[in-house]
């Protein structure tokens, strides 16, 4: 293959994604007027439920201008060659492949993060403050602004730099090298996610003695499971919206509450949710989608291993001299329909957990709490209880609120 056949599939797989996507939305968007359904007709009172429809509508068409806005940027950039200059760049810095690389994703990542920061502002501090929903400050923006391209330089680069150096020793049998790598940092950040990473975000605090902390100490023990971590996070630091997570393995696992989730909900709530969660950990759901992202990382490298070093990849983003970085990029979107792929099925598992969860929470404690739970979550986030089937297919690692409704109250 030539590279001008390629440049022209990789504006063609660009192009063609982005109106599947805009589709998605649109017919996702014919919806959001639907009837509520007469299971879900306690969710919203009538002002409750045209706010959340102001706000679907805002949202929606918010999507639509920033898509629009990084579909044409990526068009923009392969046209008129923007990374033969950057690459270009990056090479009157330094000779060395390593750094070369470095430099090059640096001001990638770095000036794509600064043309789009304006449209995050704007999603957070006129559509989510508009709402009710933002808590951020100006100064934690910014400062979340810093901290994410610190930890992007020491983490993300630190892995980039030894997989092009993989490359330079191993030549095309890398990926064996990059794999374990991968593999090896997904466990230990998995374990320690919620040690070292949260903390540089947010505030964690065990969750005091008390009635809430006795009832689920009590219901851990009824299904044993040992807790002995469970965390409040002033997720309203940011935001009003509310939820709950499982994190780590053996000694390392914990619970981690929102205190907004504390706040919105009754104690038995709150312990349903959390039995949700243990339903995850019983039904070793993590270790599945562990294991499935190692799988699947296994499967993009050893693919990446075939083409990176082909000239025609770099040729085709208008780079004369092949290299691991401009081969990558070119890669990546080439990728991108098997990525869409692995996606749908990742959905489709999650979903399928969702449900064990929900019946595990069923089993175990009780139906009606977790009901609740769910109600109040989705008004007080102003949810669409109303998605196109399709959209729900190819989005939502989560079933809809009336599925897990209809789920729960089967055999009550």
């Not at 007027?33 to 007469?38: G, S, T």
């Not at 789009?116 to 400050?137: A, D, L, M, Q």
């Not at 995850?280 to 296994?298: D, E, F, M, Q, R």
């Not at 929900?358 to 989705?378: G, H, R, V």
Request: glycine share 6%; net charge neutral.
């Amino acid at each position: 293959m030539n590279p001008q056949t390629l440049f022209y599939i990789i504006i063609g797989i660009i192009i063609i994604d982005f109106i599947i996507d805009k589709i998605l939305d649109a017919l996702n968007a014919k919806h959001f007027d639907d009837p509520i359904p007469k299971e879900l007709d306690d969710v919203y009172d009538p002002e409750e439920y045209e706010k959340s429809q102001a706000y679907k509508k805002e949202r929606y068409r918010f999507g639509i201008l920033t898509g629009s806005f990084s579909v044409l940027l990526t068009l923009g950039f392969i046209v008129f060659d923007g990374f033969a200059w950057v690459d270009g760049i990056a090479r009157n810095f330094t000779d060395n492949d390593i750094l070369a690389a470095l430099i090059f994703f640096g001001i990638i990542m770095i000036g794509s993060d600064i043309l789009t920061t304006p449209f995050s502002w704007y999603s957070t501090f006129v559509i989510e403050e508009k709402y009710g929903f933002n808590k951020t400050t100006k100064n934690t923006f910014f400062l979340d602004k810093i901290k994410g391209w610190l930890m992007m330089a020491v983490l993300g680069g630190g892995i980039l730099a030894l997989i092009v150096w993989f490359y330079q020793f191993a030549g095309n049998d890398f990926w064996w090298y990059a794999w374990i790598l991968v593999a090896v940092f997904s466990v230990f950040l998995n374990m320690f996610y919620a040690k070292l990473i949260v903390p540089l975000f947010n505030k964690q605090s065990p969750l005091e003695e008390g009635s809430l902390r006795t009832k689920i100490e009590t219901y851990a023990a009824s299904v044993g499971f040992k807790l002995d971590n469970i965390f409040i996070i002033d997720g309203s630091k940011r935001s009003t919206k509310a939820n709950a997570y499982f994190s780590g393995f053996g000694s390392e696992k914990r619970i981690t509450l929102f205190d907004t989730l504390v706040k919105d909900l009754e104690e038995e709530e709150i312990v349903s949710v959390l039995a949700h969660e243990v339903g995850h950990y019983k039904k070793n759901h993590i270790l599945v989608n562990l294991v499935a992202s190692i799988v699947t990382t296994g499967f993009t490298l050893w693919l990446l291993s075939l083409f990176v070093g082909s000239p025609v990849l770099s040729q085709a983003l208008g780079v004369e001299e092949p290299s691991f970085h401009i081969g990558l990029i070119a890669f990546g979107i080439l990728y991108s329909p098997i990525s869409e792929i692995t996606g749908l099925l990742m959905n489709y598992l999650s979903r399928k957990f969702e449900y064990q969860a929900d019946n595990f929470a069923k089993e175990t404690y009780a139906a009606q709490p977790l009901i609740s739970s769910l109600k109040k979550l989705s008004r007080n986030s102003l949810s669409n209880l109303t998605p196109h089937k399709a959209y729900v297919f190819m989005h939502y690692s989560h079933p809809t609120l009336l599925q897990r409704f209809k789920n729960l109250k089967r055999s009550l």
